[in-house]
């Protein structure tokens, strides 16, 4: 019988690497998916409402834009410094194995 192949260390970095990546793209998309579909939905059913002024001059449609401005920068803050904590010591070491190992040479 031959002898069974033991399961490698880089295997569970792996699939730790890809759930954190999973898991920052579903929060991220989330919510910039939210902010957009009120924009839009907004916009669409009160097409009047967007032009009116609220501040001197400054519409509500210009304000509801800057506000879905400010969460997709949020978002990409978000998504920047979420890789940077979780993402990154992940794939480090993934790559520290596999340089260990020698399977990262090369690619």
Known sequence: MPPQ???????????GLRATSRRLRRRTAGTLLAGHMMFTTICCIAAQAMG???LGHVSAGLL??????????????????????????????????LAATGQGEGR
């Open 5 to 15: 192949p033991q399961p490698s260390p880089a295997g569970s970095d792996l699939r």
């Open 52 to 54: 009116t002024e609220l």
């Open 64 to 97: 509801l834009a800057t506000l879905q401005l400010m969460i997709i920068l949020w978002s990409l803050r978000y998504y920047g410094r979420t890789a940077t904590e979780y993402k990154d010591p992940e794939a480090e070491r993934v790559r520290r194995h």
